[in-house]
């Protein structure tokens, strides 16, 4: 019979750091801490994979990085060769931060080609769409899990951590009932303590983006 155990906390845990202050010796204690507790993996800005990749090679840490971070607002082009720059250095994973104005203004079809456009650069690596539902009312997060999973998007995840509000029980819900078990949904933005990771787990979330992964963990 297959095993339908839930998996432990730890390997939900994407171990994040994305502050514009982070330097090469904060990337190597994420890393260390990471394969120290068995997280799932790390997030971290595109110029940092490299240094992820040459600490965690030989660990089963995945990389994820971002692209289009954190407004969503530069050029399709740029974000496509941001991942095929983050690929060739050793991402394992993409969390593409979606347009929210061309989302806003209705253009549903730049989203989906921006994204198909990622996917492709991606080479076979999982692709998070960032859809930062602090911007949106419940209609439009609904609508954006839509796009990304017609897109063919790997995962969708609630915020950057970097807009307003933080990750939300009943945003997770939504997403969760939208996507349905054609993608993941991350839970991002917030999140500091093992009750609320806990609590978005049970509405849905299948990974967990946050900076305190160790002390959620440990608790």
């Avoid at 997770?172 to 991350?186: A, E, H």
């Amino acid at each position: 019979m297959p095993d339908l155990t839930e998996p432990p906390l730890n390997r939900y845990i994407e171990h994040t750091l994305l502050r514009a202050d982070a330097t090469a010796r904060d990337i190597e204690k994420l890393c260390t801490e990471a394969i120290e507790n068995e997280l799932f993996a790390v997030c971290i800005n595109g110029c940092w994979v490299q240094n992820a990749w040459n600490h965690l090679e030989d660990s089963n840490v995945s990389i994820a990085t971002v692209v289009g971070f954190p407004s969503g607002a530069s050029d399709p082009d740029a974000k496509r060769y941001e991942t095929e720059v983050a690929v060739d250095n050793g991402a394992h994973e993409i969390d593409l931060m979606m347009n929210i104005g061309k989302f806003l203004d209705g253009d549903h079809q730049y989203i989906s080609r921006e994204i198909r456009d990622v996917i492709d650069a991606a080479d076979d690596r999982r692709v998070k769409i960032i859809i930062e539902t602090g911007y949106l009312n419940n209609d439009q997060i609904a609508t954006a899990c839509k796009i990304a999973i017609q897109a063919e998007a790997h995962f969708v995840k609630t915020s950057s951590g970097f807009g307003p509000g933080a990750a939300t029980v009943e945003h997770v819900k939504l997403m969760r009932k939208t996507v349905g078990q054609f993608c993941g949904v991350k839970a991002s933005g917030g999140i500091r303590d093992t009750e609320t990771a806990k609590a978005l787990i049970a509405a849905g979330a299948t990974r967990i983006g946050t900076s305190c992964g160790v002390s959620i963990v440990n608790d």
